[in-house]
């Protein structure tokens, strides 16, 4: 099946440092999306990206599906960005996820 | 709009137990699906359904059952509990195939299995 792969595992930030989360995936998707599982476990939707650029506020993404990869951009970070961020893959009728990488925010 | 609701929040069964997790979503969403998260790890798909009468199995499906008998509700039956189902367990709708199109998810429930 299809691997999903995020770098790097682990971030650790001071507040005000910008960060670039990245997502690889091994096969042809539909679609692809980010996700913010904040410290008391809540899955936010961040973007829903099968291909191009967006952007949110401090947050944006990139999808190159081509190329098969995606990243996540997080400029001015703060404590309030400190949780477990992951991106899933749709396959078919199924939504893949990757392990996620861990961001810890310092003031 | 309430979005995806998941109830209980927080569940303890003995093993052999049998229980339902709740998921209802008010959004009119064809598609829903049931994962579950173990510690340190993403998530992964347990059962979906791609409209009321159909389901499928997901990669983890052994030990649980659904059915769909409504637009809005897809429970998730465990038959009898193991040690090994003890996860945090999260409802998820989207307006077609989750392959396609954006993923909407509970609050989750947390699961321990003595």
């Known amino acids: 099946g299809i691997q999903v792969e995020q770098s790097p595992p682990d971030l650790i930030l001071q507040e005000g440092a910008n960060s670039t989360l990245r997502c690889n995936f091994s096969d042809s998707v539909n679609n692809l999306q980010w996700f913010h599982q904040n410290p008391w476990g809540q899955l936010i939707n961040l973007f829903y990206?099968?291909?191009g650029t967006k952007q949110n506020g401090r947050l944006s993404a990139t999808t190159v599906a081509t190329e098969r990869y995606s990243l996540l951009y997080i400029s001015s970070s703060q404590t309030t960005d400190s949780g477990v961020y992951f991106c899933?893959?749709?396959?078919?009728?199924?939504?893949?996820f990757g392990t996620g990488t861990r961001l810890q925010v310092f003031p | 709009n309430a979005g995806v609701t998941q109830t209980p929040k927080f569940q303890v069964l003995k093993t052999g137990q049998s229980m339902t997790l709740q998921c209802a979503q008010d959004?009119?969403?064809?598609?829903m699906s049931w994962y579950r998260q173990d510690p340190g790890m993403g998530l992964r798909l347990i059962h979906y359904?791609?409209?009321?009468?159909?389901?499928d199995q997901g990669e983890v499906p052994n030990g649980y059952n659904v059915s769909r008998s409504t637009t809005e509700d897809f429970p998730l039956r465990l038959l009898s509990a193991a040690p090994s189902q003890t996860s945090v367990y999260f409802c998820a709708s989207s307006y077609a195939g989750q392959g396609f199109y954006e993923q909407f998810f509970g609050p989750g429930t947390r699961l321990t299995v003595l």
């Open positions: 899933a893959v749709g396959v078919t009728d199924k939504l893949i």
């Open positions: 990206i099968p291909s």
């Open positions: 959004m009119n969403h064809e598609y």
């Open positions: 359904s791609v409209g009321a009468g159909i389901t």
